[in-house]
């Protein structure tokens, strides 16, 4: 039986190849069921390119050389080969061309074949290898090549082959592997007689998958097969001109080897297939079957965009699956009339299982014969089958954490030196205490800024679900004994993070509610009077949106400024989309930036006087517990409807949230070049390659036209010129249409 490898890169067969070199180009089989190519090039947009490539017939498999693609065609298993000139030529030898092959595998400047149908189960073992020029108009020219005509392959079964720059090599079906060609001792692979599952090969070197042991090993050029993975189990791998990329095993995740930049390789994403060209690679995602391409170097030739048409994740063969692979179920992906993605009814989608998920998810299902494995993120995480996979402490950790901080705190009562005469107090103040205590809770401020009052009977319970919010201003005075009991003494394993107003620390208060505290540093108290303090707590206080971070209260004692807010239990979106926290969803990300604007918006507009932001930024964007965006300040500017500059400046800043929401990037980063994301991304928007931003961590939906919508949005409020840029009340008004069109995962 003839074994088809799933995955495979350079001179390797799969659903997805890569052809090297400056007339270089990638093609893939769609998802439709028909088996149809589609193609795409460097700065080539998906519609001109598709028309490019549009006399292609249907295939089963594809091979990238020099500059030149071959493909099995569906329903005869003949070869057809062309290039980037002329798509409707067969560049087939005459003689070939009417040959059926089981398995092909273009090299840098010649192709091999193996004789057989590609859907049967008879091997032939005969190989026919040429040469191929890919600047010529057809095949006609080409002959069969000595030096690739061995007669010592002949009576060989091979399972599979693989071509680089002047070698073959083929999988021996009873183990080992044999290489010819004119460079093929450089290899030095004779003595081995393993079997493996997958193989790919690079100009000079070949690199394989041992069906006993999962793990990766490599032949030939030192560079390209520098530091390949040891002790990991991978399920296929491909290759460019000087690397080496795999699939792991567990979570479907990237791994590369060779010449490249680690930093460079999506992190985030488990991928079904994949092809390598010299300088770029792209892949096929298992959650939505999209395609993302990513370079290996930094700097590198420009990129190829590919469309966004959904991609097969792998070869159709005949047969069962057997085990540690399920059979890939079309009606996942809600198209209507699709049954199947091979063009065989007969035929099945065989594809590696996955046991685990990347970072950031746990498995809710295991795989099954129809299904891979269910990936969820660990903000669902509900019970103890996923709090280890996601970091999460059990509730066992965290009362054996809560009793040894009392332990602590009795020891350090209990070696005090006046321990004793605490005691004798308390005992005998306590009642005292007591009642002042339940006193306390019933002390608020009438006002914002003022003397505590006690109230009769009633007291003023700040829970503030925000559609019951207080229309007037109305903010707690808490104690400072009350606050520092609440985080700990503000240790440094309760706060939360730094800003420039200070430290922000997670507090739990007496009657368990969870806030979030604010205190003041040094510098800020010095360059802030009493008075100014006062005069902007006073607005802070009378700020009450469902898009804002509301303050509850504060406290001034002791020369302290502390500041008490709702707490954000899903922390900051700079953390969801740099600090490595579950990523989000493009539903999720696009409601985030219409009630990040809703929330600008109402400081603009609707608070007297307006408030400008002046510090718009991912990190001063909080989730709450829906995962709603709520703008988080501390002390603000306040200002007048004439500031128009600093309003538009606002804008421009949430202009960049909205690149940063798009595409992942931070703001600035020198990893990239140009490093700014504004001198990136907007010439590519103005250029109408505005999915070139689109964030490959995260599944695309079916319907980007919102996205592209968001990254025009976007451009707007990034004008040079600042009153070109519209108003916050614009930018939500179009952000909210933008949600109502919907997106479908």
């Known amino acids: 039986m003839v074994i088809i490898n799933t995955v495979v890169g350079y001179g390797s067969m799969c659903t997805i190849a890569a052809a090297f070199g400056d007339e270089g180009f990638f093609c893939s089989i769609d998802a439709s069921g028909k088996q149809e190519i589609f193609c795409w090039e460097k700065d080539n947009s998906s519609s001109s390119a598709s028309a490019y490539f549009s006399s292609l017939p249907s295939m089963a498999a594809l091979s990238g050389g020099e500059g030149f693609m071959c493909g099995l065609v569906a329903n005869t298993s003949q070869l057809y080969c062309w290039n980037s000139v002329n798509s409707g030529t067969d560049l087939v030898p005459l003689v070939f061309q009417n040959t059926a092959y089981s398995h092909i595998a273009a090299g840098k400047n010649h192709v091999c074949a193996v004789r057989g149908s590609y859907y049967s189960n008879i091997d032939?073992?005969?190989?026919?290898?040429?040469?191929?020029?890919?600047?010529?108009?057809?095949?006609?020219?080409?002959?069969?090549?000595?030096?690739?005509?061995?007669?010592?392959?002949?009576?060989?079964?091979?399972?599979?082959?693989?071509?680089?720059?002047?070698?073959?090599c083929g999988n021996i079906r009873e183990g080992g592997i044999v290489c010819?060609?004119?460079?093929?001792?450089?290899?030095?692979?004779?003595?081995?007689?393993?079997?493996?599952?997958?193989l790919a090969s690079s100009r000079g070197s070949i690199c394989g998958i041992s069906e006993d042991s999962g793990e990766v090993k490599c032949w030939g050029e030192a560079d390209s097969v520098r530091s390949p993975p040891l002790g990991r189990q991978f399920v296929a791998v491909t290759a460019g001109s000087r690397h080496f990329c795999g699939i792991r095993e567990d979570d479907h995740g990237i791994e590369c080897w060779g010449d490249h930049d680690a930093s460079l390789i999506p992190k985030n994403s488990g991928f079904l297939a994949l092809a390598s060209s010299d300088f770029i690679t792209c892949g096929v995602r298992e959650d939505?079957?999209?395609?993302?391409?990513?370079?290996?170097?930094?700097?590198?030739?420009?990129?190829?965009?590919?469309?966004l048409q959904l991609c097969s994740?792998?070869?159709c063969t005949s047969g069962s699956c057997g085990e540690g692979k399920f059979a890939f179920n079309a009606s996942i992906l809600s198209v209507p009339d699709l049954t199947s993605l091979c063009i065989r009814k007969d035929l099945r989608m065989c594809l590696p299982c996955g046991s685990n998920c990347s970072a950031?998810?746990?498995?809710?299902?295991?795989?099954?014969?129809?299904a891979d494995r269910l990936c969820?993120?660990?903000?669902?995480?509900?019970?103890?089958?996923?709090?280890?996979?996601?970091?999460?402490?059990?509730?066992?950790t965290i009362e054996h954490e809560e009793r040894q901080q009392i332990k602590k705190l009795a020891v350090i009562i209990g070696s005090s030196v006046s321990g004793f005469m605490l005691v004798l107090i308390g005992w005998l103040i306590f009642p005292r205490i007591m009642t002042n205590k339940e006193e306390q809770g019933k002390k608020h401020c009438t006002f914002c800024i003022g003397k505590p009052e006690v109230e009769d009977e009633v007291t003023v319970e700040l829970q503030l679900p925000l559609s019951k919010a207080p229309s007037i201003g109305t903010a707690q005075v808490f104690r400072l004994s009350d606050l520092k009991d609440a985080t700990n003494g503000f240790k440094e394993f309760n706060e939360l993070g730094r800003g420039s107003y200070g430290f922000v620390y997670k507090a739990i208060l007496s009657d368990g509610q969870q806030v979030a505290v604010k205190r003041a540093n040094a510098a800020t108290i010095i360059h802030t009077s009493s008075r100014d303090f006062e005069a902007e707590l006073e607005i802070l206080c009378n700020i009450r949106h469902v898009s804002v971070v509301n303050l509850l209260g504060y406290c001034i004692e002791m020369g302290e400024r502390l500041l008490v807010y709702e707490f954000m239990p899903h922390g900051t979106l700079h953390d969801h989309l740099h600090g490595g926290l579950s990523p989000l969803n493009w539903n999720v990300r696009l409601k985030i930036s219409m009630q990040a604007a809703k929330g600008l918006e109402y400081l603009h507009k609707d608070v007297v006087p307006p408030i400008v932001h002046r510090d718009v930024k991912a990190s001063n964007i909080l989730l709450d517990s829906d995962w709603a965006a709520r703008i988080d300040f501390g002390l603000l500017s306040t200002g007048n409807k004439e500031q128009n500059g600093d309003i538009a400046s606002d804008v421009y800043n949430f202009g960049i949230v909205l690149l940063e929401i798009l595409s992942g990037r931070k703001a600035y980063d020198n990893d990239y070049k140009p490093p700014g994301i504004v001198e990136w991304a907007v010439p590519l928007i103005k250029q109408g390659r505005a999915a070139a931003l689109f964030d490959h961590n995260v599944a695309l939906p079916r319907n980007v036209e919102p996205l592209l919508k968001l990254a025009e949005i976007a451009e707007l409020a990034l004008k040079d010129e600042p009153s070109e840029r519209p108003t916050m009340s614009g930018l939500a008004m179009w952000l909210e249409q933008t949600v109502k069109c919907g997106l479908t995962l």
């Not at 069969?144 to 009576?155: D, M, Q």
């Open 180 to 198: 010819w060609g004119p460079k093929s001792e450089n290899l030095a692979v004779s003595e081995n007689s393993e079997n493996f599952v997958s």
């Open 376 to 396: 969820t993120s660990c903000s669902l995480c509900q019970n103890s089958s996923c709090w280890n996979i996601c970091g999460l402490p059990s509730s066992s």
């Open 360 to 370: 950031g998810f746990f498995p809710s299902s295991v795989c099954s014969e129809n």
């Open 124 to 168: 032939s073992g005969i190989v026919d290898c040429w040469e191929i020029d890919p600047m010529l108009k057809n095949g006609s020219e080409y002959v069969s090549k000595s030096e690739f005509v061995n007669p010592n392959i002949s009576n060989l079964v091979l399972s599979k082959i693989v071509s680089g720059e002047g070698f073959s």
């Open 288 to 307: 939505d079957l999209l395609l993302d391409c990513w370079r290996m170097q930094k700097p590198s030739p420009p990129d190829y965009d590919p469309p």
């Open 313 to 315: 994740p792998g070869l």
